[in-house]
């Protein structure tokens, strides 16, 4: 699975290795863990009023991140569910 970060400085894209069951949100954590990204925070506590985790900062970038998969714009990172070739694009505005 690609995923592409774009930021106002730099932009990166690189490959994660999907398992069935795993969320947008999850490709992230993923990414995160094997090294692609420096660091990465997930907040929970719109769970309750969107039903969807929200990530409020990739490499140091905090807040007004957007995501699409495959350029459509999915509800939540934990609500959608990538298939192996799908694309997800991650940018900051």
Excluded at 41 to 57: A, N
């Amino acid at each position: 699975m690609n995923v592409d970060i774009k930021t106002p400085d730099s932009s990166s894209s690189f490959s994660v290795e999907l398992t069935d069951g795993m969320s947008v949100c999850d490709v992230l954590q993923k990414a995160k863990d094997d090294g692609k990204i420096s660091s990465l925070t997930i907040d929970d506590s719109y769970l309750s009023t969107l039903k969807s985790k929200y990530v409020s900062e990739i490499n140091k970038y905090k807040n007004n991140w957007t995501f699409t998969v495959n350029g459509n714009s999915p509800l939540g990172c934990s609500l959608s569910y990538p298939k192996p070739n799908d694309i997800i694009v991650w940018k900051f505005l």
